[in-house]
T-cell receptor
Framework: AQSVTQLGSHVSVSEGALVLLRCNYSSSVPPYLFWYVQYPNQGLQLLLKYTSAATLVKGINGFEAEFKKSETSFHLTKPSAHMSDAAEYFCAVSLKGFQKLVFGTGTRLLVSP | GAVVSQHPSRVICKSGTSVKIECRSLDFQATTMFWYRQFPKQSLMLMATSNEGSKATYEQGVEKDKFLINHASLTLSTLTVTSAHPEDSSFYIC???????????FGSGTRLTVV
């Protein structure tokens, strides 16, 4: 069965600093990997996804992630944090064929002025 | 783009009553719908998978008689919380895979509060 681990339930950065949110996955077959952002009392918004094409994936709002098979990682980065980036971020994995998504425990990003 | 409309966004009900949550795919046919529950400050946990025209598949530990899922058409899936209790208070989110967009489309969620 596939799973994801997000290291760090909270990450704090200053506005303008690098954002790095970690995600490691476990899957017996090549996975599909996703990053979602959630604002309070709202649904999930897709930031980016990896579906076996380019390993460096660029998403919305300046975010990107790199699929590293050797490290079983799919870390999310953004060069310069903005106050509006403060939210909950979820890494998720699924198998090809769009089977169920399995979510990590989430990382709350805090951005200070 | 693919849109899943989820209603209601918020509902407060009395203990012992039932609540129905609807998810409609507006511009595509959703043969599959995933239903998730999210407790405060926690992750999304899959409750069940519904497929149009067949019985839903429930995850281990989810009471199928309490959480009734119906997927009678390619554009509508419903979750009914029967005999709701305060411990059922949660945020419920539906999601449909969308192969054209190579991803999943999520509803905006329903905040259920049982008093």
């Amino acid at each position: 069965a596939q799973s994801v681990t997000q290291l760090g339930s909270h990450v704090s950065v200053s506005e303008g600093a690098l954002v790095l949110l970690r995600c490691n996955y476990s899957s017996s077959v090549p996975p599909y990997l996703f990053w979602y952002v959630q604002y309070p009392n709202q649904g999930l918004q897709l930031l980016l996804k990896y579906t076996s094409a380019a390993t460096l994936v660029k998403g919305i709002n300046g975010f990107e992630a790199e699929f590293k098979k050797s490290e079983t990682s799919f870390h999310l980065t953004k060069p310069s944090a903005h106050m509006s980036d403060a939210a909950e971020y979820f890494c998720a994995v699924s198998l090809k064929g769009f089977q169920k998504l399995v979510f990590g425990t989430g990382t709350r990003l805090l951005v200070s002025p | 783009g693919a849109v899943v409309s989820q209603h209601p966004s918020r509902v407060i009900c009395k203990s012992g009553t039932s609540v129905k949550i609807e998810c409609r795919s507006l511009d595509f046919q959703a043969t599959t719908m995933f239903w998730y529950r999210q407790f405060p400050k926690q992750s999304l946990m899959l409750m069940a998978t519904s497929n149009e025209g067949s019985k839903a598949t429930y995850e281990q530990g989810v009471e199928k008689d309490k959480f009734l899922i119906n997927h009678a058409s390619l554009t509508l899936s419903t979750l009914t919380v029967t005999s709701a209790h305060p411990e059922d208070s949660s945020f419920y989110i539906c999601s449909a895979p969308h192969q054209v967009s190579d991803g999943y489309t999520f509803g905006s969620g329903t905040r259920l509060t049982v008093v």
